[in-house]
């Protein structure tokens, strides 16, 4: 069994800043991405930021300049500084992670429960 748990989510004015964090746990034997996506009402889930074991990130055009993603392998565990926050950023962002749980069996994606951000006065 593998958990992604969430944190930092809530509700922030224009131009604030937030920081979300996930923490993987159970049975992992390695770790080859972790990420964010985020969902808005009424739109398809989408990529916000996500980053490699090696540490190659990627972003959305729609996040670049504002958004940074980062991990702690020791941890487990990814973060998302989001600063500069604009009303089109609110969605519920959800962790997600590409997990070996062993040698000999192919990694699988595990998603967190989600966590609501809300940008408004």
């Known amino acids: 069994q593998v958990h992604l748990v969430e944190s930092g989510g809530g509700l922030v004015q224009p131009g604030g800043s937030l920081r979300l964090s996930c923490a993987a746990s159970?049975?992992?034997?390695?770790?080859?991405?972790m990420g964010w996506y985020r969902q808005a009402p009424g739109k398809q889930r989408e990529l916000v930021a996500d980053?490699?074991?090696?540490?190659?990130?990627n972003y959305a055009d729609s996040v670049k300049g504002r958004f940074t993603v980062s991990k702690d392998i020791a941890k487990n565990t990814v973060y998302l500084q989001m600063n500069s926050l604009k009303p089109e950023d609110t969605a519920v962002y959800y962790c997600n992670a590409d997990i070996i749980i062993h040698p000999f069996i192919p990694s699988d994606d595990y998603w967190g429960q989600g966590t609501q951000v809300t940008v408004s006065s």
């Open positions: 980053i490699t074991n090696g540490g190659s990130a």
């Open positions: 159970g049975s992992i034997f390695s770790i080859k991405a």
